[in-house]
């Protein structure tokens, strides 16, 4: 069973960057899209950017569009570890709780209740 593992967050100052990771163990995240998310204190977990599992198509929440770029590892598509998110130009609001999730489909969904497997989160302060 594949296993997924975040790590990265932290705290930052409004405007400054964060590389998240998110990588695989028991298995490859091959032929699995992959999503991120984030849920901030009292607020529903929502979407914040998506890669299909060939790396060919990415989608990102409005919120989130020209500051955060995903991304995933390049050194085999067959043997697949890792899924990144970096944020660039943080703001207060992005805080949350960050999880990164795998569809089994493939084709990297806006949908959380689309993804089989799910990360146990990293959080991400920003300080205004």
């Known amino acids: 069973q594949v296993q997924l593992v975040e790590s990265g967050g932290g705290l930052v100052q409004a405007g400054g960057s964060l590389r998240l990771s998110c990588v695989a163990s028991?298995?490859?995240?091959?032929?699995?899209?992959m999503g991120w998310f984030r849920q901030a204190p009292g607020k529903e977990r929502e979407f914040v950017a998506a890669i299909s599992w060939r790396g060919d198509k990415t989608a990102y929440a409005d919120s989130v569009k020209e500051r955060f770029t995903i991304s995933r590892d390049t050194i085999s598509r067959d043997n697949s570890k890792a899924v990144y998110l970096q944020m660039a130009t943080l703001k207060p609001e992005d805080s949350a709780l960050y999880y990164c999730?795998?569809?089994?489909?493939?084709?990297?969904?806006?949908?959380?209740?689309?993804?089989?497997?799910w990360g146990q989160g990293t959080q991400v302060t920003v300080s205004s």
């Open positions: 999730a795998a569809d089994m489909l493939g084709g990297g969904t806006t949908r959380a209740d689309e993804y089989e497997l």
């Open positions: 028991g298995g490859t995240l091959a032929g699995y899209g």
